[in-house]
């Protein structure tokens, strides 16, 4: 009896904190890594939606920008994926608000939760940069990887490596160590700034950066990858007119005829052999237009690496060059706006010299201010008497001259 009672209360208890847990209100908010409000130009960022709650619920997860409940129109350097938010290859437009609402079940579920949201800041500085060995975005499961923080911020305080996977989330270890556990690495004992891993594997994926108390580096994405061909490009963002060299590398052997891609367009085909698995391009003078996503592929469509963003830096003291007709356009901009800012002048000059010149003409001839003022008659006598004034007149006058000839 005692047991059927107990058990009766331990089931009434479980079916309450059910209820309870059901009528808790989830706690939605959106991480960014690296962490703060501040990113940079060709900056990797990346931005996770977590969920607070004690229900064992399974969630779905949608993002807005800018406005919340609108939808999400994406670029290629923008990918989502549950939970997750990546932007590659940061610039200007990429500031602004973010939102994450997560929702009970499937996408059509009417419980839904969203976040406050998070201000992002494109700054326009350029701030230290890590150094990484291969210095490509991508490399292959068991080589080495040699990641070493800013070489000009060495003597700050302190320097802690920081890494944020898919797998494990965010993790971090400081050069003051005798190791760079947890990141599973060696500190080389001449460079102390520099965390040496022997052989990476798909734990090694993610983005770095390093942070101390004068501010964080870039945070740069590598990808570990098991595949059978990678692409080797600049990790870091390049700067109009640089030169570029593109590697497409095979894991085991090298084809005869390898393609590349840039935003899924072929663009050039090698047909070469290399004793070290590499096929190369190169591009001159690189400009705006070189930036985007690019791959290689074997011909026969076997193998193909995974993308990967080329970012392109504007330089500012580069002359951008027009064609005639746009300079003709300038032109006639140019002398359009200044005859609108020299009309103004030209009509007080012309008011201004005017009014000289008839003062200096005021004394060669009357004008109608000079002439006596004559009353005008107001009445029909007046009129009349005006008419007998002047008979009168033209009378003496004609006396005058018979009695005085010659006056």
């Known amino acids: 009896m005692n047991i059927l009672f107990i058990s009766t209360l331990l089931g009434v208890a479980a079916f309450v904190v059910q209820i309870a847990a059901s009528k808790e ?30 229900s064992p619920y399974v969630w779905s997860y949608r993002w807005f920008r800018h406005k919340p409940g609108s939808g999400l129109t994406l670029n290629p350097r923008h990918l989502v994926s549950g939970d997750r938010y990546s932007i590659t290859g940061v610039t200007r437009e990429d500031g602004g608000s973010y939102w994450c609402q997560a ?5 059509n579920s009417t419980a839904v939760f969203l976040s406050q949201p998070i201000r992002l800041f494109v700054s326009e500085l350029l701030p230290p940069s890590l150094s990484v060995t291969p210095g490509s975005r991508q490399i292959f499961r068991g080589e080495r990887l040699t990641v070493r923080c800013p070489v000009s911020l060495i003597n700050s ?23 760079c556990s947890p990141l599973e690495g060696a500190v080389s004992a001449d460079t102390p700034a520099t965390c040496v891993f022997a052989s990476v594997y798909s734990g090694n994926s993610g983005l770095y950066w390093c942070e101390s108390t004068e501010g964080r580096s870039h945070a740069v994405s590598i990808t570990v990858s098991y595949g059978a061909i990678i692409l080797k ?13 593109l590697l497409c590398q095979y894991w085991s052997w090298n084809h005869n005829k390898t393609a590349f891609f840039k935003d899924g367009e072929q663009v050039i085909t090698h047909s070469s052999f290399s004793p070290d698995r590499e096929i190369m391009i190169i591009i001159d003078n690189v400009t705006q237009a070189d930036e985007g996503f690019y791959k290689c592929a074997s011909m026969d469509g076997g193998m193909e690496s995974p993308e990967s963003w080329l970012s392109v830096r504007r330089n500012a003291s580069a002359v951008t060059a027009v064609s005639p007709h746009d300079t003709w356009k300038w032109i006639l901009l140019s002398c359009g706006i200044g005859l609108l800012f020299l009309l103004p002048l030209i009509v007080w000059l012309l008011y201004h010299y005017r009014n000289q010149f008839l003062l200096r003409c005021g004394c060669c001839r009357f004008s109608k201010e000079d002439l006596p003022a004559m009353q005008l008659p107001q009445t029909k006598q007046d009129v009349t008497e005006v008419q007998w004034d002047l008979s009168w007149m033209e009378m003496s006058n004609l006396l005058d001259k018979r009695l005085y000839p010659g006056s």
């Open 25 to 54: 209100t989830p706690k939605v908010s959106v991480s960014v890594w690296p962490s703060g409000s501040n990113i940079y130009g060709g900056d990797s960022v990346s931005l996770q939606c977590r969920v607070v709650s004690g």
């Open 103 to 107: 929702g009970r079940g499937g996408h």
């Open 157 to 179: 305080s302190r320097w802690t490596l920081m890494q944020f996977s898919q797998d494990f989330g965010l993790r971090s270890t400081n050069f003051h160590n005798e190791s």
């Open 233 to 245: 490009s600049p990790i870091l963002t390049v700067s109009e007119g640089d030169q570029v060299v």
